[in-house]
């Protein structure tokens, strides 16, 4: 499974972002899909996840009022849209793939085995 984040960039205090993830893969759309940043000088914090057909998601409790995440599997893409951004949302996000094909059990982190290249996401106050 490959992976591609993107939607990243420059964007003031109280813009809203939609970010995506591009897959690709024979698997890819069989798969859970989640989102982390990666925040300077922090390690990397778990935001969000969907599962591989987009009937279920997990946002992480502080996310979730201006968190939220979708797919379309008919264009291969799992999206994040970030309302209200803030100085503190600054970070790479990076979008990553479920080790198991088909799983709705997907809140663990540590699960979340294949990586993107992260799209970088600046807001200034």
Partial sequence: VQLQASGGGLARDGDSLMLS???SGRTSNRRAV???RQ???????FLSAINYDGTRSYVA???????????????????LEIKNLKPEDTG?????AHRYVVSN?????????????GTLV???S
């Fill in 21 to 23: 993830c591009a897959l």
């Fill in 34 to 36: 989640g989102w982390f």
């Fill in 39 to 45: 925040a300077p000088g922090k390690e990397r914090d």
């Fill in 61 to 79: 409790e502080s996310m979730k009022a201006r968190f939220t995440i979708s797919r379309d599997n008919e264009k291969n893409t799992v999206y």
């Fill in 92 to 96: 790479v996000y990076y979008c990553a």
């Fill in 105 to 117: 059990i997907f809140t663990d982190p540590s699960d979340f085995i294949s990586w993107g290249r």
């Fill in 122 to 124: 600046t807001v200034s």
